[in-house]
Every structure is written in structure tokens, then in C-alpha cells.
């Protein structure tokens, strides 16, 4: 029978007593999902009303994620009211996409915080001049301190405080290969380096992987195949996999690299963040090993700095070159605050909290989403999504997307063959820990719910 809303029982406004009606009537299994509702005009004509009051109901069913019209086919059912309490909710934590950690909220760490740049204000004008490249005495020390917790003591004509990871990884890049040269990466690599990659006109290619990463087997073979000019690896809590190389792999990798005399570049923005060490190549290989430290994900991604050791003092030459003509020097004022920081152990407490709050989301992740529908680290700061047939990588971000909540498709991170069906969902960064388990709640929700019955958020 043609579907008529019951307004009798409603002392509603009319507009807003349509919109209850469907949403009992899809509750009590009148309407099902799927069902068409009759044209606004019909229903208009069939209720003796005006045609805005109907309109006006279609629009605030479709508000609440009950009903959506598709153009030249009618309006049909979406789902059941929860469904539609569910987008509303999920709209309070909007971008899941940008891989930051947990912004800290403790009163007595902001103290702290506020303290070291009250310090670093106590020599003002003095940040505001030209400093020498590569950091001061001071902060080397500071950066030597810091690097000492991954078992690193590199020799200060080694290392060099850089205005950041990306500016790091573009010089050291720059000076390894040229335009049309093959630079070797994970299969599923960061974006970053992909960006880095084209803009310098190198060829990336991405290397076989399997549950340890990136096989001995697949580096060996691309050596003798390609002659590449480095091998680029985000080895700890990698993203977007989260993954961490074994510390077998990681020798029997340094091995084949050794082999080949093939430069590694080592990308380590997470490598501070996991209690349990395993040693980075820049200790088991360093005569072959640029190591870039970053401080965005174990600090904050606004504190523009990062720690470079070089394979040796003459290697770093035509680095040096390469970073001062494209920045001069890293911001004074930046590297400061993070010497601070660091000697007085603010850094160490940053580091603390973003490691119990990281896992305290991921503990979330694990009770909200489906048993084994996700892929993470107990510290890392996303989630790696293979998704369920039916869906595929673009229908469910866009899914996501309608409802208010940003994750990034495989596409970005593809390196080595087609995009796998899975995308990256990121749960630090400013978004609250309440924020976060309601856009969980969806994503569960959607990974449950097969695609057809979403296709208006398609």
C-alpha cells in the first residue's frame, strides 16, 4: 500500500511530525530500508497540505539521516533512527585524517610547557638573529641527549639540527639522487616521501613486504635490477601500517644494502614513541645510514625541527650545501624551545602522555570495532582499515566523508602496484578522546553495514 504518514496523534508543526512518522515507521518496521517514499507532491496532494510543509518534512528526515533523495529516482529509506543518531554524532569529530599525536591537556605539563617558552623569551631579540647552520654548541648537546635514547652517539660533525623532517628528507634525497634515478621504498610508504619524490623528479619504487616489512629478497632483486641510488624506511610504528621492522630484519636488510653499497634513509619520526627498543639503522649500519629524528610526532607536529646524522662528516658536505641555500637555517626560536624542553625534561614528560593517552584510544579502537577489522600498534596513532567486500576504498571514504568524518584512502600510500581496499583512520591530534569513540562508533557501524544500503553517501 502507498505509504501516508499519520499526523493525527502529533500537536507538532506538520513539517517535523513527517519526519517522526518516518522515523517510527522505519522503528516499527513499516518501512523498510530501501523503501521509496511517495513523490512530495503526491504526498502533498494526498494529505490535502501545502507542497513546502512536505518539502520541509522530506528535509528534516534527510537532516537526520533517515531518508535521501536521489535525482530523476525518488527518496528512499536510509535506516533506522540509530543509524541516523550515529551520523549526528560522529560529526563532532570531523578529520581523521592527519596522522598527529594527542594534543596534551594536563594542567600541570601545559605548566611546564609554558615554562621553557617563558625561558626561551628571556633571549628574545637574541632568537630573532641569523644563527649558524645546523645548530649551536648548546643545541647539538641537547640533540645529542635526546638521540642517546635509540642508542645513538654521533659525533657533532654528524649531526645537525634541520627546520624539519620534510626539509631533512628533500636535501638528503637531493644530494643522493638526481631527476630519472630510482629511490626504493616500501610498497605502502608514507606520503610525504611520495610528494618529496616528485618534486625532485625521482622514480619511487615500492618494495615487496611482508608481516617483518620489507624483504631481503625484494631489496636483493631491485639491486641488481634497478641500480637504485637509496633505500628509503619509515621502519618504526610505519606509516600508514603501523608496522615496526623486526631487529632480524632490519641486520639481514642492512646486509643486502651493505652489499649493494646502497645509502639507507632512515625516517624515524616514531621511533621515540614505542617503550620497547629495537635499534635503528643508523646503530647497525651507520657508515650506510641518514638518520632523520623528527620531533612532530613525538613532541608536536608545530615544533618544526628535526635531528640529522649523516654517515660521516664528508658526507654531509653536500647536505649542508643543499639545506642552507633552500632554508638557511632552522627556525632559532623552534630549536630553542626544543633544547629547553629537553634539558628540563619537559620533552621526556610530552613523551609520557602521548603514550598512555595513544593507548588509551587504541584500547578504545579494540572494544568498538569489529574483532581483527583493523590493523595498529598499542602506540600507534592510526588504524590501518582493509575493508570487508563489498566495500571499496572510495565508497566507504565517501561514506565517511557525508557524515562528517575525514580518513584517507590506500591511494596515497601506494608505492608498489594497485591501491589496496583499506584506508587510514587517525585518532590523535586535537579531536578529544570522547570525539574519538563516537566516530569509532560509526566506522564500526559502517564496516558492518553493507554498501548498498549507504549508496547516497557514495
Same mark, same amino acid.
Given at each position: 500500500?502507498?505509504?501516508?504518514?499519520?499526523?493525527?496523534?502529533?500537536?507538532?508543526?506538520?513539517?517535523?511530525?513527517?519526519?517522526?512518522?518516518?522515523?517510527?515507521?522505519?522503528?516499527?518496521?513499516?518501512?523498510?530500508?530501501?523503501?521509496? @517514499?511517495?513523490?512530495?507532491?503526491?504526498?502533498?496532494?494526498?494529505?490535502?497540505?501545502?507542497?513546502?510543509?512536505?518539502?520541509?518534512?522530506?528535509?528534516?528526515?534527510?537532516?537526520?539521516?533517515?531518508?535521501?533523495?536521489?535525482?530523476?529516482?525518488?527518496?528512499?529509506?536510509?535506516?533506522?533512527?540509530?543509524?541516523?543518531?550515529?551520523?549526528?554524532?560522529?560529526?563532532?569529530?570531523?578529520?581523521?585524517?592527519?596522522?598527529?599525536?594527542?594534543?596534551?591537556?594536563?594542567?600541570?605539563?601545559?605548566?611546564?610547557?609554558?615554562?621553557?617558552?617563558?625561558?626561551?623569551?628571556?633571549?628574545?631579540?637574541?632568537?630573532?638573529?641569523?644563527?649558524?647552520?645546523?645548530?649551536?654548541?648548546?643545541?647539538?648537546?641537547?640533540?645529542?641527549?635526546?638521540?642517546?635514547?635509540?642508542?645513538?652517539?654521533?659525533?657533532?660533525?654528524?649531526?645537525?639540527?634541520?627546520?624539519?623532517?620534510?626539509?631533512?628528507?628533500?636535501?638528503?634525497?637531493?644530494?643522493?639522487?638526481?631527476?630519472?634515478? %630510482?629511490?626504493?621504498?616500501?610498497?605502502?610508504?608514507?606520503?610525504?616521501?611520495?610528494?618529496?619524490?616528485?618534486?625532485?623528479?625521482?622514480?619511487?619504487?615500492?618494495?615487496?613486504?611482508?608481516?617483518?616489512?620489507?624483504?631481503?629478497?625484494?631489496?636483493?632483486?631491485?639491486?641488481?635490477?634497478?641500480?637504485?641510488?637509496?633505500?628509503?624506511?619509515?621502519?618504526?610504528?610505519?606509516?600508514?601500517?603501523? @608496522?615496526?621492522?623486526?631487529?632480524?630484519?632490519?641486520?639481514?636488510?642492512?646486509?643486502?644494502?651493505?652489499?649493494?653499497?646502497?645509502?639507507?634513509?632512515?625516517?624515524?619520526?616514531?621511533?621515540?614513541?614505542?617503550?620497547?627498543?629495537?635499534?635503528?639503522?643508523?646503530?647497525?649500519?651507520?657508515?650506510?645510514?641518514?638518520?632523520?629524528?623528527?620531533?612532530?610526532?613525538?613532541?608536536?607536529?608545530?615544533?618544526?625541527?628535526?635531528?640529522?646524522?649523516?654517515?660521516?662528516?664528508?658526507?654531509?658536505?653536500?647536505?649542508?650545501?643543499?639545506?642552507?641555500?633552500?632554508?638557511?637555517?632552522?627556525?632559532?626560536?623552534?630549536?630553542?624551545?626544543?633544547?629547553?624542553?629537553?634539558?628540563?625534561?619537559?620533552?621526556?614528560?610530552?613523551?609520557?602522555?602521548?603514550?598512555?593517552?595513544?593507548?588509551?584510544?587504541?584500547?578504545?579502537?579494540?572494544?568498538?570495532?569489529?574483532?581483527?577489522?583493523?590493523?595498529?600498534?598499542?602506540?600507534?596513532?592510526?588504524?590501518?582499515?582493509?575493508?570487508?567486500?563489498?566495500?571499496?576504498?572510495?565508497?566507504?571514504?565517501?561514506?565517511?566523508?557525508?557524515?562528517?568524518?575525514?580518513? %584517507?584512502?590506500?591511494?596515497?600510500?601506494?608505492?608498489?602496484?594497485?591501491?589496496?581496499?583499506?584506508?587510514?583512520?587517525?585518532?590523535?591530534?586535537?579531536?578529544?578522546?570522547?570525539?574519538?569513540?563516537?566516530?569509532?562508533?560509526?566506522?564500526?557501524?559502517?564496516?558492518?553495514?553493507?554498501?548498498?544500503?549507504?549508496?547516497?553517501?557514495?
Amino acid at each position: 500500500m502507498p505509504w501516508t504518514p499519520d499526523l493525527t496523534l502529533s500537536d507538532k508543526p506538520r513539517y517535523l511530525a513527517i519526519a517522526d512518522v518516518i522515523a517510527a515507521d522505519v522503528t516499527s518496521g513499516r518501512l523498510a530500508v530501501g523503501d521509496r @517514499l511517495p513523490p512530495q507532491r503526491t504526498l502533498a496532494k494526498r494529505l490535502d497540505m501545502d507542497f513546502t510543509t512536505v518539502a520541509r518534512g522530506y528535509a528534516e528526515a534527510r537532516k537526520r539521516g533517515l531518508i535521501d533523495s536521489r535525482v530523476g529516482q525518488g527518496t528512499f529509506v536510509l535506516g533506522a533512527p540509530k543509524t541516523a543518531a550515529l551520523r549526528a554524532s560522529a560529526r563532532l569529530s570531523a578529520d581523521l585524517t592527519m596522522n598527529l599525536p594527542p594534543e596534551p591537556t594536563e594542567p600541570e605539563l601545559l605548566e611546564m610547557m609554558r615554562g621553557g617558552l617563558a625561558q626561551v623569551g628571556r633571549d628574545l631579540v637574541g632568537r630573532l638573529r641569523y644563527q649558524g647552520f645546523g645548530g649551536s654548541p648548546a643545541d647539538k648537546d641537547a640533540a645529542s641527549a635526546w638521540l642517546g635514547r635509540r642508542a645513538l652517539v654521533p659525533t657533532q660533525d654528524r649531526l645537525f639540527v634541520t627546520p624539519g623532517a620534510h626539509a631533512a628528507l628533500l636535501g638528503i634525497l637531493g644530494i643522493l639522487a638526481k631527476p630519472g634515478d %630510482v629511490v626504493l621504498c616500501e610498497a605502502v610508504t608514507y606520503p610525504g616521501v611520495r610528494a618529496i619524490a616528485a618534486q625532485l623528479g625521482i622514480r619511487l619504487v615500492g618494495l615487496a613486504m611482508d608481516a617483518d616489512g620489507v624483504t631481503p629478497a625484494a631489496l636483493d632483486e631491485a639491486c641488481e635490477r634497478l641500480g637504485p641510488k637509496a633505500l628509503y624506511l619509515n621502519p618504526t610504528l610505519q606509516n600508514p601500517t603501523t @608496522l615496526t621492522i623486526s631487529e632480524e630484519r632490519r641486520a639481514a636488510l642492512a646486509d643486502v644494502a651493505r652489499l649493494h653499497d646502497l645509502p639507507i634513509v632512515e625516517d624515524d619520526a616514531y621511533g621515540f614513541i614505542p617503550t620497547r627498543k629495537i635499534s635503528p639503522f643508523a646503530a647497525i649500519a651507520p657508515d650506510l645510514t641518514w638518520h632523520v629524528a623528527g620531533l612532530a610526532k613525538c613532541i608536536g607536529a608545530g615544533l618544526r625541527a628535526a635531528y640529522v646524522v649523516a654517515p660521516s662528516a664528508k658526507a654531509s658536505w653536500p647536505f649542508v650545501a643543499a639545506l642552507r641555500a633552500a632554508n638557511v637555517m632552522a627556525s632559532p626560536l623552534t630549536v630553542a624551545l626544543a633544547t629547553a624542553w629537553i634539558e628540563d625534561g619537559t620533552a621526556d614528560a610530552i613523551l609520557r602522555f602521548i603514550r598512555a593517552e595513544t593507548a588509551a584510544r587504541q584500547k578504545l579502537a579494540t572494544e568498538i570495532l569489529p574483532a581483527g577489522s583493523f590493523v595498529a600498534d598499542p602506540l600507534s596513532f592510526n588504524l590501518w582499515i582493509p575493508l570487508p567486500a563489498p566495500w571499496n576504498r572510495s565508497s566507504f571514504v565517501g561514506h565517511l566523508r557525508d557524515t562528517g568524518i575525514g580518513v %584517507v584512502a590506500s591511494d596515497a600510500f601506494a608505492a608498489g602496484g594497485p591501491p589496496s581496499e583499506a584506508v587510514r583512520v587517525c585518532i590523535g591530534g586535537p579531536s578529544t578522546r570522547d570525539e574519538i569513540r563516537r566516530a569509532l562508533e560509526f566506522i564500526g557501524h559502517a564496516l558492518a553495514e553493507p554498501p548498498e544500503l549507504a549508496s547516497s553517501y557514495i
